[in-house]
C-alpha cells in the first residue's frame, strides 16, 4: 500500500535533483585552477624530494640487510 507514495516521493526527488542547477562562481574556479599554482608547485616539489629522499635511505638500508 505504501510503495505508489515511496515511487512517487522518490520521484519527486530525482525530478528535483535533476532539474537544479547552482549558480558557478567563475571567478573562484579560475583562481583555484589557474591562479598561484607556482607557489602550490613549489610547496609539492619539496615535499615530493624530501620524501624521495626518505624512501631512498630506507632502500638503501634494506638493500645494505640483504
Known amino acids: 500500500?505504501?510503495?505508489?507514495?515511496?515511487k512517487a516521493k522518490q520521484t519527486?526527488?530525482?525530478?528535483r535533483?535533476?532539474?537544479?542547477s547552482p549558480d558557478t562562481n567563475y571567478h573562484?574556479?579560475?583562481?583555484?585552477?589557474?591562479g598561484s599554482s607556482s607557489h602550490t608547485d613549489v610547496a609539492t616539489d619539496s615535499r615530493?624530494?624530501?620524501n624521495d629522499d626518505e624512501?631512498?635511505?630506507r632502500y638503501?638500508?634494506?638493500?645494505d640487510e640483504r
Do not use: H, I, P, T
Open 12 to 15: 519527486k526527488v530525482a525530478r
Open 28 to 34: 573562484a574556479l579560475e583562481r583555484e585552477l589557474g
Open 48 to 50: 615530493l624530494e624530501s
Open 60 to 63: 638503501n638500508d634494506w638493500n
Open 17 to 20: 535533483l535533476k532539474y537544479y
Open 55 to 57: 624512501f631512498q635511505d
Open 1 to 6: 500500500m505504501g510503495r505508489g507514495r515511496q
